[in-house]
């Protein structure tokens, strides 16, 4: 299979932009110097920009997927006193859970369904909790909650707030200062549109405050921020990709910025959703990302048909869900290199395989 003959429209990998792939194509350099540190440095500096996050925050980077960015802040900030609250949504949210139950965190599992958790304070167990962990968008049925909420109520109840912000990164509005977010976990290969293997965790004061010392070697966060002072890592870091990095958030900005990029999401994600009203499909929830849209078929075909059919006959690559939903739910990424135009191939295919003219 040529990944070049088809249209991409997974929620990550995503399509990726000519000039991110030239720097992944040059020779990977030597890093354990200044110009390699003045790289990560640059990096580390546009990612606390891009969330306005809170003077004196810092950016941990990771070579490893997003889950060890989510399992390493669970590891270094949270311990047997603490009583974790952690929204359970889907597949990611039952993924921070799992990784409290792995470390022994004492944690409170809180299943959520059709909300977005605007009225967290009255639906949250009356329990005294020290921390609440959350996917801000659960990529598994593309349900977006309400972050400021959610801040507020772990603001008022004096809780460690930490953001799994992976998958709406750079397509979503996403502000620490203002949602009082302690702790985002970022990686490289959703919005921001680069190859799976980089993981960024950004800690404000408060989360830097409260590090531990942990059973671990390579996820020890202290001694990735004593390396960082000089622009180094512990260990040899994703070079290429952080090379990358650094040229897509440099892309960024000569695109007018962050405030840009979501807006480019969002005028995408609209432009699909407004294009596709005539066919018999309908949106899973009422909380969609600008990262992503997730359909059911209404006229009583089976979603994983509708995968299978875009990608055999017409090279369109969206994404089932799995286990009970296979049937019922599929995804379509706005994440990545998208336009209007790129997302009329989607359209346009969806319309041929239901046999509907586009009007
Ligand atoms: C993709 C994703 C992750 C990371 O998964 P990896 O496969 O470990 O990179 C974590 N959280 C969310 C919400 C995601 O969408």
């Given at each position: 299979?040529?990944?070049?003959?088809?249209?991409?429209?997974?929620?990550?990998?995503?399509?990726?932009?000519?000039?991110?792939?030239?720097?992944?194509?040059?020779?990977?350099?030597?890093?354990?110097?200044?110009?390699?540190?003045?790289?990560?440095?640059?990096?580390?500096?546009?990612?606390?920009?891009?969330?306005?996050?809170?003077?004196?925050?810092?950016?941990?980077?990771?070579?490893?997927?997003?889950?060890?960015?989510?399992?390493?802040?669970?590891?270094?900030?949270?311990?047997?006193?603490?009583?974790?609250?952690v929204v359970n949504g889907g597949g990611f949210g039952q993924?921070?859970v799992?990784?409290?139950?792995?470390?022994?965190?004492?944690?409170t599992n809180f299943k959520v369904k059709n909300t977005n958790l605007t009225d967290i304070?009255s639906l949250a167990p009356?329990?005294?909790?020290?921390?609440?962990?959350v996917n801000?968008h659960e990529t598994s049925v593309g349900h977006l909650y309400n972050?400021?909420?959610?801040?507020?109520?772990?603001?008022?109840?004096?809780?460690?707030?930490?953001?799994?912000?992976?998958?709406?990164?750079?397509?979503?509005?996403?502000?620490?200062?203002?949602?009082?977010?302690?702790?985002?976990?970022?990686?490289?290969?959703?919005?921001?549109?680069?190859?799976?293997?980089?993981?960024?965790?950004?800690?404000?004061?408060?989360?830097?405050?409260?590090?531990?010392?942990?059973?671990?070697?390579?996820?020890?966060?202290?001694?990735?921020?004593?390396?960082?002072?000089?622009?180094?890592?512990?260990?040899?870091?994703?070079?290429?990709?952080?090379?990358?990095?650094?040229?897509?958030?440099?892309?960024?900005?000569?695109?007018?910025?962050?405030?840009?990029?979501?807006?480019?999401?969002?005028?995408?994600?609209?432009?699909?959703?407004?294009?596709?009203?005539?066919?018999?499909?309908?949106e899973y929830t009422p909380y969609m990302?600008?990262?992503?849209?997730t359909?059911t078929?209404?006229?009583?075909?089976?979603?994983?048909?509708?995968?299978?059919?875009?990608?055999?006959?017409?090279?369109?690559?969206?994404?089932?869900n799995?286990g009970a939903e296979?049937?019922s739910v599929?995804?379509?990424?706005?994440?990545?290199?998208?336009?209007?135009?790129?997302?009329?191939?989607?359209?346009?295919?969806?319309?041929?395989?239901?046999?509907?003219?586009?009007?």
């Amino acid at each position: 299979m040529i990944y070049e003959d088809y249209a991409i429209f997974t929620p990550g990998p995503v399509k990726m932009s000519e000039e991110i792939l030239q720097v992944g194509a040059k020779q990977t350099p030597y890093f354990r110097n200044s110009e390699f540190s003045d790289v990560t440095f640059a990096c580390e500096n546009d990612l606390l920009e891009m969330v306005n996050a809170p003077e004196g925050s810092k950016v941990i980077f990771l070579t490893a997927s997003g889950t060890a960015g989510m399992e390493s802040a669970v590891m270094n900030l949270l311990n047997k006193t603490d009583n974790a609250l952690v929204v359970n949504g889907g597949g990611f949210g039952q993924r921070f859970v799992d990784i409290c139950a792995t470390h022994a965190i004492p944690h409170t599992n809180f299943k959520v369904k059709n909300t977005n958790l605007t009225d967290i304070e009255s639906l949250a167990p009356n329990e005294t909790y020290t921390a609440l962990v959350v996917n801000a968008h659960e990529t598994s049925v593309g349900h977006l909650y309400n972050l400021d909420a959610m801040g507020d109520y772990a603001t008022k109840n004096d809780m460690l707030y930490i953001v799994d912000a992976i998958s709406m990164f750079v397509t979503d509005p996403l502000d620490m200062q203002q949602s009082n977010i302690d702790v985002v976990i970022a990686s490289s290969q959703k919005g921001l549109a680069l190859p799976p293997g980089l993981t960024m965790v950004i800690l404000a004061p408060k989360a830097i405050n409260k590090l531990q010392n942990i059973n671990s070697l390579y996820f020890n966060f202290k001694d990735y921020l004593t390396n960082g002072e000089r622009g180094q890592t512990p260990y040899t870091p994703a070079v290429t990709i952080m090379l990358q990095l650094e040229a897509r958030l440099n892309q960024i900005k000569k695109r007018g910025g962050i405030a840009n990029s979501i807006a480019n999401a969002k005028e995408v994600a609209d432009y699909f959703r407004e294009s596709i009203k005539a066919l018999p499909l309908k949106e899973y929830t009422p909380y969609m990302p600008n990262a992503m849209t997730t359909l059911t078929p209404t006229d009583g075909k089976s979603a994983m048909d509708v995968v299978n059919s875009l990608e055999e006959n017409y090279k369109v690559m969206v994404c089932p869900n799995g286990g009970a939903e296979r049937d019922s739910v599929f995804r379509v990424s706005h994440m990545g290199e998208m336009t209007k135009e790129y997302t009329d191939i989607l359209i346009n295919a969806l319309h041929d395989y239901y046999g509907v003219a586009r009007i």
